[in-house]
């Protein structure tokens, strides 16, 4: 398996709080991605990056931050959380651009109350 | 919005049967490729189809794409129980280098 982990692996916290998922790769790559898993939507992009200090919004980024001070690690931030950002959120590395594979890590489960 | 939509949604066979799904999109790629999800676990990728390529193979995996109908199915012969899982399709828009394009899935049952 890919050297991707995920921090907090399972999370429940309140409406109004502000939350930071982590995610750390051991292989390098250049790119990653956050999305977020709900039923009946497959998998959405809600920010990526293409390298330190360099992140762009992906399809469903409202409410979402990011930040990636080191290549290894990639940081999700929700400012201020809502019932609606309940899901799984799961973090993917790529070596290249998404023309290529992605390696995925267990993912998170965020409920928001 | 989503590029690529997965049929059936659903489906359940007996182990040893093969195993059709299949994912439809709307617009040019510049690759497919189909992941596999255990139930509480993240996505493996199975394979990568790239569109000028009609069609690959992996161990029992069988991938094929049809631009012209914007089409791409995967057949798991001689299925087993540990392929019970949700597959889906990522498509990589042409247009777009970074960023996959994904399905709502089919959920696999492989009955024992």
């Known amino acids: 398996d890919a050297g991707i982990t995920q921090s907090p692996r399972h999370k429940v916290t309140e409406t109004g709080t502000p939350v930071t998922l982590r995610c750390h790769q051991t292989e390098n790559h250049r790119y990653m991605y956050w999305y977020r898993q709900d039923p009946g939507h497959g998998l959405r992009l809600i920010h990526y990056?293409?390298?330190?200090?360099?992140?762009d919004k992906g399809e469903v980024s409202d409410g979402y931050s990011v930040s990636r001070s080191k290549t290894e690690d990639f940081l999700l931030t929700l400012e201020s959380a809502t019932s609606s950002q309940t899901s799984v959120y799961f973090c993917a590395i790529s070596e290249r651009e998404a023309i290529n594979e992605q390696f995925f890590g267990p993912g998170t489960r965020l409920t928001v109350l | 919005s989503q590029q690529g939509e997965e049929d059936p949604q659903a489906l359940s066979i007996q182990e040893g049967e093969n195993a059709t799904m299949n994912c439809s999109y709307k617009?040019?790629?510049?690759?497919l490729q189909w992941y596999r999800q255990n139930s509480g676990r993240g996505l493996v990728h199975l394979i990568l189809?790239?569109?000028n390529e009609r069609e690959k193979h992996s161990g029992r995996l069988r991938v094929t794409l049809d631009t012209s109908k914007k089409s791409s199915s995967l057949l798991i012969t001689a299925s087993r129980a540990a392929d019970t899982a949700s597959y889906f399709c990522a498509t990589v828009l042409m247009d777009s280098n970074y960023q996959l394009i994904w399905g709502a899935g089919t959920k696999l049952i492989i009955k024992p």
């Open positions: 617009t040019s790629i510049n690759n």
């Open positions: 189809i790239r569109s």
């Open positions: 990056s293409y390298g330190v200090k360099d992140t």
